[in-house]
């Protein structure tokens, strides 16, 4: 079954820096990558996504690469606001599957 | 709001006792899953039904779980003779299915058995 692996686990930035986390996954017939983020206590949200037919996608502050040749993607975040602070999960599923697999998560805490 | 809604938020059960924890997806979602998320782990994936179908679940899953969607909207997951392993956050979320369409995740049932 599918894979997926994220680093780092923890990252602090100082606000205004930029913030990348990046994930692998292990089945090459993966082709859509969400990316969720949980605040503390809260449900997991949707904050962006990408589909195997594009190699980046971008809304505001936030963009996500992938490579499909190197079974990677990545979650970039510019401009970070103390709001950021949160848990980020990667996950990679394929059409016919019903599932996502998860990354174990990269805590972000942006420092005012 | 009209989001998926879990019940109950939160169940305390002594070891060896049975719990039952509900789920309400979004109306129009033909698709409903359910996670379960333990501290400092990305959710792992428990099963899914497609409307009323159950046509996934995890080979990590005992047969002490179970979990039904009877009439292709709520859903129940049951878990018989609790463990301590067994404490964790249990997500449900929904989809309104087709190719790759992202999750909706409820609040979660936070299980402590003790």
């Known amino acids: 079954g599918e894979n997926v692996e994220q680093h780092p686990s923890t990252l602090s930035v100082q606000e205004g820096d930029s913030a990348v986390i990046k994930c692998t996954y292990s089945?090459?017939?993966?082709?859509?990558f969400p990316w969720y983020k949980q605040e503390l206590g809260k449900r997991p949200q949707l904050i962006i996504d990408?589909?195997?037919?594009?190699g980046e996608k971008k809304d505001q502050r936030i963009a996500v690469t992938l490579n499909k040749t190197a079974k990677h993607f990545s979650l970039h975040i510019t401009e970070t606001q103390p709001e950021d602070s949160a848990v980020y999960f990667c996950a990679a599923s394929w059409t016919n599957a019903g599932k996502s697999t998860f990354g174990d998560g990269t805590t972000l805490t942006v420092k005012p | 709001d009209t989001g998926v809604s879990q019940d109950p938020r939160h169940k305390i059960t002594k070891r060896g006792q049975n719990v039952t924890f509900r789920c309400d997806p979004i109306s129009e979602h033909n698709r409903l899953y359910w996670y379960r998320q333990t501290l400092g782990q990305g959710p792992e994936f428990l099963t899914y039904f497609q409307n009323e179908a159950q046509l996934e679940k995890s080979r990590l899953l005992s047969d002490r779980f179970s979990a039904e969607r009877p009439k292709g909207s709520f859903s129940t997951l049951e878990i018989q003779r609790t463990e301590q392993g067994d404490s964790a956050m249990y997500l449900c979320a929904s989809s309104p299915g087709g190719a790759n369409s992202p999750l909706h995740f409820g609040n979660g049932t936070r299980l402590t058995v003790t």
């Open positions: 990408i589909r195997s037919n594009v």
């Open positions: 089945d090459s017939a993966s082709n859509y």
